[in-house]
């Protein structure tokens, strides 16, 4: 059979083109970044503080490594309990939510129509679009738009942990490889020179993963580290004398 004069070209399937978002990364990328900070910011700190309070070598590489494994453990403690406490509030929230949606539905799509009115849609064009969203996923679409809770920033507690404690170890690892292998008489120098480093290339990786300025962010974790440093180094030294 002949085609229609009046036939168009044939309809061809919509394909997404391949993008890559950093957002995907905030969930461990938040953690990690903290974790190896706080790791060659504490270590750093307790080795110059005890350094400054004249303590012997193996006593400081001894305080070091404690700090490392303790350290480790409250990273991951600390990390699991705030981002649970998090994804409890979301599993109770969308509980309630679930349950709205069961009792009020009517009111739930207007509250929904409501908020992509906020966002520029025409009011006839916002409760056609709550509507579809509703009938294919109405928790998923409250979840999103009402409550701003999605699958990629979702809480993850066991990921949090782990990437916590484990760039802890490897940012703590770094100021103590140092102090093993410095010599003693320069110790505190060589701890608290090496450390700025390691933080400003820190803060480099971080800002280039992230995609914000690599400046920026070499700058602010190796000011704050160097603070932390001077601080401790001083109140090292107030303890030594006094001792």
């Not at 790791?39 to 004249?54: F, K, R, Y």
């Amino acid at each position: 059979m002949p085609a229609c004069a009046n036939s168009g070209p044939p309809v061809k399937a919509l394909r997404r083109h391949a993008e890559r978002h950093r957002t995907y990364r905030i969930g461990w990328l938040r953690a990690a970044v903290l974790g190896a900070n706080d790791g060659i910011v504490s270590t750093a700190s307790l080795v110059v503080g005890v350094a400054a309070a004249s303590a012997s070598h193996g006593n400081i590489l001894i305080t070091g490594i404690a700090g490392l494994v303790a350290g480790s453990m409250s990273m991951a403690a600390g990390e699991y309990v705030s981002v649970h406490s998090q994804a409890d509030t979301e599993k109770a929230d969308l509980a309630r939510e679930k349950a709205e949606l069961d009792t009020e539905p009517a009111a739930e799509h207007r509250e929904l129509a409501a908020i992509y009115v906020k966002r520029g849609l025409e009011r006839a064009l916002a409760g056609q679009v709550a509507t579809q969203l509703m009938e294919h996923d109405a928790l998923g679409a409250h979840a999103r738009d009402e409550l701003g809770i999605s699958e990629t920033l979702s809480a993850r507690p066991i990921q949090a942990a782990l990437a916590s404690a484990a760039s802890f170890a490897v940012g703590a690892a770094l100021p103590l490889a140092v102090t093993a292998v410095a010599p003693a008489n320069g110790l505190l120098f060589w701890v608290a020179g090496s450390s700025l480093v390691f933080l400003a290339v820190l803060g480099v990786v971080a800002a280039r993963v992230g995609g914000s300025g690599v400046l920026i962010g070499a700058w602010r974790v190796t000011f704050w580290g160097a603070l932390a440093m001077a601080i401790t180094a001083g109140v090292g030294a107030l303890v030594g004398t006094a001792v």
